[in-house]
T-cell receptor
Framework: GAGVSQSPSNKVTEKGKDVELRCDPISGHTALYWYRQRLGQGLEFLIYFQGNSAPDKSGLPSDRFSAERTGESVSTLTIQRTQQEDSAVYLC?????????????FGEGSWLTVV | QKEVEQDPGPLSVPEGAIVSLNCTYSNSAFQYFMWYRQYSRKGPELLMYTYSSGNKEDGRFTAQVDKSSKYISLFIRDSQPSDSATYLCAMSETGGYNKLIFGAGTRLAVHP
């Protein structure tokens, strides 16, 4: 597709349930990032994939969060046993690679509400 | 104290005004500085990308970095209603986009 595609765009889930968020990066982009944006706050880094290298998971807030990426394509962010503090927009982004000067493109986000 | 501080606004200006948006930071290792624009319910889009201290201009936008003061600014000349959005500063120690540290964003409203 022309841009970074995320689904679902909106998700309301009950506390304790698992959710899966999907990201389809721009074709040919080897670098993929997940960020979280809480209401009124800046973006927080979660995880980064670069090609076939081991992902940088240093931003994941707890072991309830995990992410996978299939080759250089689709990525899935999974949140297990959701809590109310997980309510946020989850933004996926991609770039040609992680080098400086390459433009990063964000998707429109998956808006998660945990009730 | 947050690593990056940004006044959340909102900032309301008349069309045609010069807008000044600012961030301060505490980590002297930051070398790469970015400004993003985010429209409501959209993902952020990269506006300006600068390295180290100095100015960078792109059309109506000018980014300034003062590393000695740990202070960065974005100026918007001849502001338009279409500039109404949230502006986020971001910075990193390396040039890549992984582990960017973002400010909370300043909401800007430009009224006709």
């Amino acid at each position: 597709g022309a841009g970074v595609s995320q689904s679902p765009s909106n998700k309301v889930t009950e506390k304790g349930k698992d959710v899966e968020l999907r990201c389809d990066p721009i074709s040919g982009h080897t670098a993929l990032y997940w960020y979280r944006q809480r209401l009124g706050q800046g973006l927080e880094f979660l995880i980064y994939f670069q090609g076939n290298s081991a992902p940088d998971k240093s931003g994941l807030p707890s072991d309830r969060f995990s992410a996978e990426r299939t080759g250089e394509s689709v990525s899935t962010l999974t949140i297990q046993r959701t809590q109310q503090e997980d309510s946020a927009v989850y933004l996926c982004a991609s770039s040609l690679d992680a080098g400086s000067g390459n433009t990063i493109y964000f998707g429109e986000g998956s808006w998660l509400t945990v009730v | 104290q947050k690593e990056v501080e940004q006044d959340p606004g909102p900032l309301s200006v008349p069309e045609g005004a010069i807008v000044s948006l600012n961030c301060t930071y505490s980590n002297s290792a930051f070398q790469y500085f970015m400004w993003y624009r985010q429209y409501s319910r959209k993902g952020p889009e990269l506006l300006m990308y600068t390295y180290s201290s100095g100015n960078k201009e792109d059309g109506r936008f000018t980014a300034q970095v003062d590393k000695s003061s740990k202070y960065i600014s974005l100026f918007i000349r001849d502001s338009q209603p279409s500039d109404s959005a949230t502006y986020l500063c971001a910075m990193s120690e390396t040039g890549g986009y992984n582990k960017l540290i973002f400010g909370a964003g300043t909401r800007l409203a430009v009224h006709p």
